[in-house]
């Protein structure tokens, strides 16, 4: 990959310098051509408008010998009209037939192309200008003597080698810009592409590294740059990725344990139920106190059953959402009273000392007071199940900033230090044997939890084992999303 992208990268580099020098290439010879040419009729129109040269070879034409004394006279200025009788040469030419008379031209040129500006002097017409993409550059003038009707041409004609040698020149000097930058364009190309394409490689390979499930090699970029910018967002990604697939797979375990728990915890019931029943359907002289006894442990069991589907029921609709909380204004402080006093006879039948100590008028809160109830009732009555008889149960209730709080303390058997992580987690139980005869199902905290946490509050445990369980119970007044 990084070789190809190397490639690439060169090849790049290497036409970009083709095109800027041919650029630059066509732009001189064109700037080149169009100043010799604008400079060769600029200096040929100067003198023979601006100089008596004109006036005098007309009056050295009405003249015997007018030829040579032209010659001459023409000869005198090549200096001033840039004869060099190599590249541009003057011609006296015959003024009805064009033919040539004399020139400057040392290899004795006596035949030349009738041109246009040759044909615009016999017709009497200056001829000072020309194309400036032709192959020559050249002007032609009418000298015809005073009196006469006809008479001679001037004709001075530039071949351009001058202009096509500096071309040749530029073009051999553009070549080796070429070649010159061709080579330091290599040079950079392969420091960019190290530079820019070992992040990309690195990149590709933790790509595939993540491919095969290794999530822990990470990009080192230095610079603040777009791809030091995308190989810090590749690492947080990986991070992300790792994150996720480590949550999804305690989330399975959580699941296989969850499905696990189900199961037992139903198959318990049933096979008490399904025992009972057998026996009873079996034998036929079972004395009626024992059948009353299995009946009525067949009811429990049928009871138990019934309460852990119901709580399924409900932490499955607090997970979907579906179970919409019903917000109303109403007295956090009336709540706790009535939950006090609901759970009371129980205390009392255990000899348990149950007490009740709010702050004067908590205020109303918003949420769903039925909720809040049985969040209350679930808490409470764990302390009274794991509090033995004779034990002490208090409930306390205040304000903190914009919170109301409840707190439930009691001196039972407590929970050991490596379980309260857990113990809002479906199904866990520290004692699952007593809290199976006591009749929990391990779901009442965790109903409690995310009634809570969809309130907007939260709750904290602390406990000592042998001394004693604290269960704060923190709401917003305002309900949940409030400051």
Same mark, same amino acid.
């Given at each position: ?8 990268? %060169?090849?790049?580099?290497? @036409? ?15 700037? #080149? ?6 400079? *060769? ?20 034409? =009405? ?7 032209? *010659? ?8 001033? @009209? ?19 008379? !004399? ?18 002097? +016999? ?19 009418? +000298? ?12 001075? +004609? ?18 080796? /810009? ?45 610079? #603040? ?21 480590? !949550? ?10 969850? %499905? ?28 009626? $106190? ?22 399924? @029921? ?24 009535? %939950? ?13 000392? *149950?007490?009740? $100590? ?11 007071? /039925? &909720? ?40 039972? #058997? ?7 992580? &857990?113990?809002?987690? &479906?199904?866990?139980?520290? $004692?699952?044997?007593?809290?199976? $005869? ?5 779901? =009442? ?32 007044? =305002? =309900?949940?999303?409030?400051?």
């Amino acid at each position: 990959m990084s070789r190809s992208l190397r490639i690439k990268l %060169v090849f790049i580099m290497l @036409l970009l310098i083709v095109l800027l020098m041919t650029v630059v290439l066509v732009f001189l010879i064109r700037g #080149v051509q169009n100043f010799h040419t604008e400079q *060769f009729y600029s200096q040929i129109r100067s003198v023979l408008t601006q100089t008596e040269l004109v006036n005098d070879l007309r009056v050295e034409a =009405g003249k015997d010998g007018a030829v040579d004394r032209m *010659f001459r006279l023409l000869s005198a200025s090549s200096g001033e @009209l840039g004869i060099d009788k190599i590249t541009r040469n003057f011609y006296i030419l015959d003024g009805t037939t064009g033919e040539v008379l !004399e020139t400057s031209d040392r290899d004795g040129n006596a035949r030349i192309n009738i041109t246009q500006s040759i044909l615009t002097a +016999i017709n009497g017409e200056n001829a000072l200008g020309g194309s400036y993409r032709a192959d020559y550059m050249d002007v032609a003038l009418p +000298i015809i003597p005073a009196g006469a009707e006809s008479g001679y041409v001037v004709y001075i +004609i530039d071949n351009k080698q001058t202009v096509q040698n500096q071309n040749a020149e530029i073009f051999s000097l553009i070549l080796e /810009a070429v070649l010159v930058g061709f080579a330091i364009s290599i040079v950079i190309s392969l420091i960019i592409s190290r530079t820019l394409l070992s992040p990309i490689q690195g990149m590709t390979k933790a790509a595939e590294a993540m491919a095969d499930g290794d999530f822990s090699r990470k990009i080192t970029v230095d610079s #603040v740059d777009e791809i030091g910018i995308l190989a810090t967002t590749f690492n947080d990604m990986a991070a992300r990725i790792e994150t996720m697939l480590e !949550e999804l797979k305690n989330a399975e375990t959580l699941r296989r344990e969850f %499905v696990a728990n189900v199961s037992h915890e139903l198959r318990t019931p049933l096979t008490s139920i399904r025992t009972y029943a057998e026996t009873l359907s079996d034998n036929h002289e079972i004395a009626p $106190e024992t059948e009353e006894e299995f009946l009525r442990v067949i009811i429990n069991e049928s009871d138990r059953m019934t309460k852990i589907v119901q709580d399924l @029921l409900e932490l499955s609709r607090l997970d979907s959402g579906h179970d919409t909380l019903v917000v109303e204004p109403f007295s956090i402080e009336r709540s706790v009273r009535d %939950v006090h006093a609901a759970l009371a006879l129980e205390a009392r039948k255990r000899d348990q000392s *149950f007490d009740l $100590e709010l702050e004067w008028k908590l205020p109303m809160i918003r949420g769903d007071r /039925a &909720r809040i109830e049985q969040v209350l009732m679930n808490i409470i009555t764990n302390a009274l199940k794991y509090t033995p008889d004779g034990g002490k149960i208090d409930i306390y209730g205040g304000v903190s900033n914009d919170n109301v709080w409840i707190r439930i303390e009691d001196d039972g #058997v407590g929970i050991p230090k490596d379980d309260l992580t &857990r113990v809002f987690d &479906r199904f866990y139980r520290v $004692e699952k044997a007593r809290a199976r $005869e006591s009749g929990g199902t391990g779901l =009442g905290l965790a109903i409690a939890k995310e009634i809570v946490t969809r309130h907007g509050g939260d709750i904290t445990i602390e406990s000592v084992p042998g001394e004693g369980t604290s269960v704060t119970v923190t709401l917003p007044i =305002g =309900g949940a999303g409030a400051p």
